[in-house]
């Protein structure tokens, strides 16, 4: 079955360190991934995806994803964290061949100061 | 500046009433899709359209139903018969007719039945 699991409702950090947040999937031929961040009451911003290109991904706001294939994982990292990145982020998989796409329960990102 | 706008932004309803939330888009997008969002889950698509006056089930399309008679424009009605209405509803657009994970969303509706 297709699949995407965040691993953590809720994560929280201080200022300035470093940020992981994890995300799995179910196998897929060529799955298409990406992550997307909200803040409170808005839509859903594309932080950045991976389609089959190099498997280190650049994000916009220093944020980057490393493609595991053979963990079936794709965790998205910051290495210092910054009070504007308290938000939800959405770890999402397209599965093409069934022209559907599947998004995870969501990540709270909470920043301590 | 192109964008997606959603409106009404808050919107509150009587039991047994439907209502309808206004999606327009000038990105020039030809798929356009509906989400609910609930807390502390992920979003789950209601329905999508990839072509005017075409349309297609998502997987909770039960008591909703949407119009696509412009490529501008996509308007999801919440029915009476949508038994738990209250959410947070996303509009989304995304280039060419394929479904992509690429989504350009709206700032959303949030719907409370009273």
């Known amino acids: 079955a297709q699949s995407v699991t965040q691993l953590d409702s809720h994560v929280s950090v201080s200022e300035g360190t470093p940020v992981l947040l994890r995300c799995n999937y179910s196998?897929?031929?060529?799955?298409?991934l990406f992550w997307y961040v909200q803040h409170p009451n808005k839509g859903l911003q594309l932080l950045l995806k991976?389609?089959?290109?190099?498997?280190l991904v650049k994000g916009i706001n220093g944020f980057e994803a490393e493609f595991k294939k053979s963990e079936t994982s794709f965790h998205l990292t910051k290495p210092s964290a910054h009070m504007s990145d308290a938000a939800e982020y959405f770890c999402?998989?397209?599965?093409?061949?069934?022209?559907?796409?599947?998004f995870g329960s969501g990540t709270r990102l909470s920043i301590r100061p | 500046d192109g964008g997606i706008t959603q409106s009404p932004k808050y919107l509150f309803r009587k039991e047994g009433q439907n209502v309808t939330l206004s999606c327009e888009q000038n990105l020039n997008h030809d798929a356009m899709y509906w989400y609910r969002q609930d807390p502390g889950q992920g979003l789950r698509l209601i329905y999508y359209?990839?072509?005017?006056?075409?349309?297609q089930k998502g997987d909770i399309a039960e008591g909703y139903s949407v119009s696509r008679e412009k490529k501008e424009s996509f308007p999801l009605t919440v029915t009476s018969a949508q038994k738990n209405p209250t959410a947070f509803y996303l509009c989304?657009?995304?280039?060419?007719?394929?479904?992509?994970?690429?989504?350009?969303f709206g700032e959303g509706s949030r719907l409370t039945v009273l």
């Open positions: 196998s897929s031929y060529s799955p298409s």
């Open positions: 989304a657009s995304s280039i060419g007719g394929r479904v992509t994970g690429e989504l350009f």
């Open positions: 991976y389609t089959s290109a190099a498997t």
């Open positions: 999402v998989v397209l599965y093409s061949s069934a022209s559907k796409i599947i």
């Open positions: 359209s990839q072509i005017v006056n075409d349309f």
